[in-house]
Nanobody, 121 residues
Framework: VQLQASGGGLVQAGDSLSLSCAASGRTISNYVMGWFRQAPGKEREFVAIISRTGDSTYYVDSVQGRFTISRDNAKATVYLQMNNLKPEDTAVYYC???????????????WGQGTLVTVSS
């Protein structure tokens, strides 16, 4: 499956941003989908994951209540709605597809190219 992330940009603290991840090549409903991020000088970290049907979601504590992951299998797209953004959310955001509902990046086999989110204070 090929993944294409989009929607990043430069925003101010408190603003909202919506990321999209368009999948092609295989049926997206076969995969658990996730969003990860990597800030400069830091390791890639889990942000949010969603089950194949969308009925289960998990978030890293730092974004709980501010970010929402969702998916539209008919449109082969996964979304990350980010509200009340903070400077510490600045990172390259990657979407990923895997087979297990886990938060470890190494368990995800397919990755998009990343989209940069910059939050100014």
């Amino acid at each position: 499956v090929q993944l294409q992330a989009s929607g990043g940009g430069l925003v101010q603290a408190g603003d909202s941003l919506s990321l999209s991840c368009a999948a092609s090549g295989r049926t997206i409903s076969n995969y658990v989908m996730g969003w990860f991020r990597q800030a400069p000088g830091k390791e890639r970290e889990f942000v949010a994951i969603i089950s194949r049907t969308g009925d289960s979601t998990y978030y890293v504590d730092s974004v709980q209540g501010r970010f929402t992951i969702s998916r539209d299998n008919a449109k082969a797209t996964v979304y990350l709605q980010m509200n009340n953004l903070k400077p510490e959310d600045t990172a390259v955001y990657y979407c990923a597809a895997g087979f297990f509902l886990v938060t470890t990046a190494s368990n995800y086999h397919y990755w998009g190219q990343g989209t940069l989110v910059t939050v100014s204070s």
